[in-house]
């Protein structure tokens, strides 16, 4: 069974950084594309990142391409996303999911089929 747990959520004030990490179990890993997705209040879910462990090759969303940083610890089973520049749009509930790596390529980080349980990212301004 696969099951993703995030840590790192929190309350930062605008312009802060937060780290936020995904523990992976009951994959391996190395076989495996994860995947951020948020949801805001009163907004749609969106797709934010994902890194492929075995390649590392990497996606960013628009929204936030050049101030968050996706990466992958192979060892810890762990990946962790790095946001900086934090704004209030970043306000979400931070979801981190999984897919083999043949789905992934095949669909976007919203369908990919495991997720967690959520963080939750406060910016206050």
């Known amino acids: 069974e696969v099951q993703l747990v995030e840590s790192g959520g929190g309350l930062v004030q605008a312009g802060g950084s937060l780290r936020l990490s995904c523990t992976a179990s009951g994959i391996s890993f190395n076989d495996y594309t994860i995947g951020w997705i948020r949801q805001a209040p009163g907004k749609e879910r969106e797709g934010i990142s994902y890194i492929s462990n075995g390649d590392r090759s990497t996606y960013y969303a628009g929204s936030v391409r050049g101030r968050f940083t996706i990466s992958s610890d192979n060892a810890k089973n762990t990946v962790t996303l790095q946001m900086n520049e934090l704004n209030s749009e970043d306000t979400a509930v931070y979801y981190c999911?999984?897919?083999?790596?043949?789905?992934?390529?095949?669909?976007?980080?919203?369908?990919?089929?495991?997720r967690g349980r959520g963080t939750r990212v406060t910016v206050s301004s």
């Open positions: 999911a999984a897919a083999r790596t043949i789905l992934a390529r095949e669909v976007p980080i919203l369908e990919y089929p495991a």
